[in-house]
């Protein structure tokens, strides 16, 4: 294991499958994410516009560096259906050192 520096997990939801995955594969095409995990079934409970709601979503599981956050939020904003997209970025402990390595360089690079 290794302490991650610039690697970030940014967490995202999208309304369906569909939708995730033009999100997920519009992040690695663009270089902005070495990786995006679709995990369907998640249930929503939120409050919106002062009603609480509730929706099935996809969550998105992103890996990216930390110097990609401002142009991976810019491109939410053009790109997600959603008004105010989820958009959290988390900072990992600790990562495999290999694995690490690979989501950096191509995070970095691009495809």
Request: net charge negative.
């Amino acid at each position: 294991m290794q302490a991650t520096g610039a690697a970030r997990v940014v967490l995202l939801t999208a309304p369906d499958e569909e939708v995730a995955a033009q999100l997920a594969r519009g992040l690695v095409g663009a270089g902005l994410a070495a990786c995006v995990n679709r995990v369907p079934g998640l249930r929503s409970t939120y409050v919106w516009k002062g009603a609480v709601e509730e929706e099935s979503e996809v969550l998105l599981v992103v890996k990216t560096v930390a110097g990609s956050l401002e142009a991976l939020a810019a491109w939410l904003a053009d790109a997600h259906p959603y008004e105010t997209p989820e958009c959290i970025a988390l900072t990992p402990s600790e990562v495999e050192r290999g694995y690490l390595a690979w989501w950096l360089e191509a995070t970095r690079g691009g495809p």
